[in-house]
């Protein structure tokens, strides 16, 4: 009997450890890439008083959404505002508060992801929560940045199962450090390449020499295209990508995907446009296309903290990063946003939701196998 209770054991234990090997980034799995170091967490979370929070929602057999919080500094955000920048890949989404930040240069909320019809829960959220904030007594206008994308096809999104407390919730439970990757908060119900997509971060960080700023990128990943993977023609290989319907059964071309880019080097709204931009070259690197009905935003962000907008000032004096100092930037930028999408989908796992429709997660080893052979 003792022997028979030690083999389920063993046995428990090594199907545990499969999981955990299965749910590696990119570089953990030994393939660094970019020239670049990471921060300590490879993640947005690098970057000094960034938090990440997450609320899922995964209920009976056809609930699969949530929340993700991006919070870039622990002040009263509205009272200090953060110096911004979108830009739009493809303008086929629903992203909130982006005329204000056009306009304006800056965002006063936090920024939340979760799926298209939810937009108006979240702003809520947001409002709510800018409210309930020491000093906004007497606000009377917000400026809510919600973006999302649409995981329609696992999730019943026409429930409307997203509420503003979750997005308050999600808020509260932002915190700096490690941040949970794949089929959580936003990224609960995505799909990419028609695979299991979901929410990836990395980072970079420059050395002391171009400055030693940290570049950290979050997405939440529900895109297709043809997959590529640090140069492998994964979606080829797999005989799985856009298009293939001319040959073989297809999958939707069409989807979107949110791209937040966070940095600590000092960076005016147009600078950080330009950064926003890069951030499209990283995923153009995945093999994304921005298809017609695909929303593919970037929002970039800057906390130095010299440069936050004091609501009540008269007059702003920042010191920036001027135009030439930026190619490191944009190049950390580039490199930490395709690594962040890539971790979308080695941390994402199989799912079955609305309808019984089903996505399998990233084929690793046959992946992997794909990468030794390039290497």
């Known amino acids: 009997m003792k022997r028979y209770l030690f083999f389920v054991i063993c046995m428990v234990l090594g199907a545990a450890t499969v999981v955990a090997q299965q749910h590696k980034t990119l570089r953990e799995w030994g393939f660094p890439t970019g020239i670049f170091e990471t921060g300590q967490y490879n993640a947005i979370t690098d970057v000094p008083g960034v938090t990440v929070g997450h609320v899922t929602l995964i209920e009976g057999d056809s609930v699969r959404t949530g929340v993700t919080a991006i919070v870039p ?10 110096p911004a920048a979108i830009y739009v890949g493809n303008g086929f989404g629903k992203l ?8 304006l240069g800056n965002i006063e909320t936090p920024v939340i992801l979760t799926n298209t019809l939810s937009v108006a829960a979240g702003i809520e959220g947001l409002v709510r929560y800018t409210l309930m904030q020491p000093g906004n007594e007497g606000v009377r206008s917000v400026n809510a940045i919600v973006g999302e994308t649409n995981d329609g096809r696992l999730n019943d999104i026409c429930g409307l199962h997203v509420t503003p407390q979750m997005v308050i919730d999600a808020i509260s439970k932002a915190h700096d450090g490690s941040v949970e990757q794949g089929n959580v908060g936003a990224g609960t119900g995505t799909i990419c390449f028609g695979f299991k997509g979901g929410i990836g971060t990395s980072s970079r960080v420059l050395p002391e020499s171009l400055g030693g700023y940290t570049v950290g990128v979050l997405v939440q ?11 492998v023609q994964v979606g080829q290989r797999l005989h799985k990508h856009d298009f293939i319907n001319h040959v073989r059964k297809s999958e939707n071309v069409d989807g979107s995907c949110m791209m ?20 499209m070259m990283g ?3 995945t093999g994304g296309i921005a298809s017609n009905g695909s929303g593919d935003y970037v929002i970039a962000l800057s906390v130095a903290p010299g440069n936050l907008i004091d609501d009540d000032a008269k007059t702003i004096a920042s010191t920036v990063l001027a135009n030439s100092e930026m190619s490191p930037i944009f190049a950390a930028t580039i490199e930490a ?6 971790n979308s989908l080695f941390m994402a796992e199989s799912m079955t939701g609305k309808g019984g429709y089903h996505v399998d997660a990233l084929p690793v080893d046959q992946v992997l196998e794909m990468l030794r052979m390039r290497h």
């Open 337 to 342: 946003t395709a690594e962040a999408l890539w």
């Open 283 to 285: 995923m153009a690197k």
């Open 260 to 279: 937040v880019v966070i940095t600590d080097a000092p960076l005016d709204s147009r600078n950080l446009e330009r950064v926003a931009k890069r951030a």
């Open 96 to 103: 909130a508060g982006v005329t204000q930040v056009s306009e």
């Open 73 to 82: 500094h622990q002040g009263n955000i509205f009272r200090h505002k953060v």
């Open 221 to 231: 990943t529900n895109y297709g295209g043809i997959l590529e993977i640090d140069g």
